[in-house]
């Protein structure tokens, strides 16, 4: 069942139209003035046959994003990836070291609680923003940002497709 799901997933793109990244992005851009941590928001409609046939679930495949996507990559280890792959109607986030110990997994699981919620009833674009937003509230938490100190924008914000 899982590997037709697979096979027969829409494409990102469907789900996350050109005017729906760009709001995305936007709400990215916008949080990050509140924080020096970074978020980023990728979608895969799907894995491979082969991928699935060898048992990759979500995590695995999110932790392997986090890693090409470089979200790892970040001067204060504060990096924050959001990855739904669509197949599975999975979401899982993945944070950088500099987060360990700071944020519970009950907190980042609430975050996807709210996402999960709001693809339910049919709104992936909602479902993104309120992700964005509440996890910028954790990296706020323990990353504000410093008035009067520059802080560079070390990741894209426009949402990742990867299909």
């Not at 020096?36 to 699935?52: K, M, N, R, W, Y």
């Not at 990836?81 to 700071?102: M, N, P, Q, S």
């Not at 509440?134 to 008035?147: C, G, K, M, R, V």
Request: negative net charge.
């Amino acid at each position: 069942m899982r590997l037709l799901r697979h096979l027969f997933a829409r494409s990102s793109r469907s789900v996350y139209p050109e005017d729906s990244l760009q709001r995305i992005a936007a709400a990215v851009h916008a949080a990050e003035q509140r924080h020096t941590g970074e978020i980023c928001f990728a979608v895969e409609a799907s894995l491979p046959p082969l991928a699935v046939l060898r048992g990759i679930d979500a995590r695995t495949r999110a932790e392997q994003v986090f890693a090409q996507l470089r979200v790892w990559d970040t001067h204060a280890n504060n990096g924050v990836l959001v990855y739904l792959l669509l197949a599975d109607r999975r979401i899982e986030i993945v944070a950088d070291r500099g987060l360990a110990g700071l944020v519970s997994a009950e907190q980042w699981r609430g975050a996807c609680q709210l996402m999960e919620e709001r693809l339910k009833a049919g709104d992936p674009e909602d479902a993104a923003l309120g992700g964005v937003a509440a996890i910028s509230d954790l990296l706020a938490e323990h990353f504000p940002q410093q008035p009067g100190v520059a802080d560079e924008n070390e990741l894209p914000d426009m949402p990742r497709l990867l299909d």
